[in-house]
């Protein structure tokens, strides 16, 4: 099974910022990795897949990159909106299983 | 616009049942792979179950052998039929389309808004 590991648990920036989030994966997931956005009382959104490919919507200021074992989501200049958990995500083909992170919370410094 | 509605948690006693619902419009559920996720309140995500295009399912070791996947095509809906629930499973369920890149890549890109299942005596 592979774990997957978020490194901050809670990271404490301050709007127009930067934010480094990083995981870490047990073994190489290749770049079958995704990251969400999730704010209190609401689903996950998709943010970033394939380890660096944006979702439709999503600002320019949300980037991702690694491969293999290390991912890393950057917000460029954080606003306001952006402070929520996040969460990377993996995919393995067979079996096919998906693991989470456990998440890193993204809060206001 | 692509949507996905939840429906059926509620309050059930350990060991009980119950059927969750997730209707989509806007695609069509069953030309897609269809995941559940759940968390548990204050917790992190948890994959459950997928059921892809061609019918085969498949789920966490957690919930193998209680829960069971499926879909209505005439009615474009998801199930969850959740069997011997126990308190672990108290979560919010999420359906959630599963989408395949050609390149191999799989990801949650729509979700619902998520239904309630609380398992307590």
């Known amino acids: 099974e592979i774990v997957m590991t978020q490194s901050p648990a809670t990271l404490s920036v301050s709007p127009g910022e930067r934010a480094t989030l990083s995981c870490r994966a047990s073994?190489?997931?290749?770049?079958?990795l995704a990251w969400y956005q999730q704010k209190p009382g609401q689903a996950p959104r998709l943010l970033i897949y394939g380890a660096s490919t944006r979702a439709t919507g999503i600002p320019a200021r949300f980037s991702g990159s690694g491969s293999g074992t290390e991912f890393t989501l950057t917000i460029s200049s954080l606003q306001s909106e952006d402070f929520a958990v996040y969460y990377c995500q993996q995919y393995n083909n067979w079996p096919p299983t998906y693991t989470f992170g456990q998440g890193t919370k993204l809060e206001i410094k | 616009e692509v949507q996905l509605v939840e429906s059926g948690g509620g309050l059930v006693q350990p060991g009980g049942s119950l059927r969750l619902s997730c209707a989509a419009s806007g695609f069509t559920v069953s030309s897609n792979y269809m995941s559940w996720v759940r968390q548990a309140p204050g917790k992190g995500l948890e994959w459950v179950s997928v059921?892809?295009?061609?019918?085969?399912?498949y789920y966490a070791d957690s919930v193998k052998g209680r829960f069971t996947i499926s879909r209505d095509n005439s009615k474009n809906t998801l199930y969850l039929q959740m069997n011997s629930l126990r308190a672990e499973d108290t979560a919010v369920y999420y359906c959630?389309?599963?989408?395949?890149?050609?390149?191999?890549?799989?990801?949650?890109?729509?979700w619902g808004q998520g239904t309630l299942v609380t398992v307590s005596s």
């Open positions: 059921i892809y295009s061609g019918g085969s399912t």
């Open positions: 959630a389309r599963d989408y395949r890149t050609y390149g191999g890549n799989s990801f949650f890109d729509y």
């Open positions: 073994q190489s997931v290749s770049s079958n």
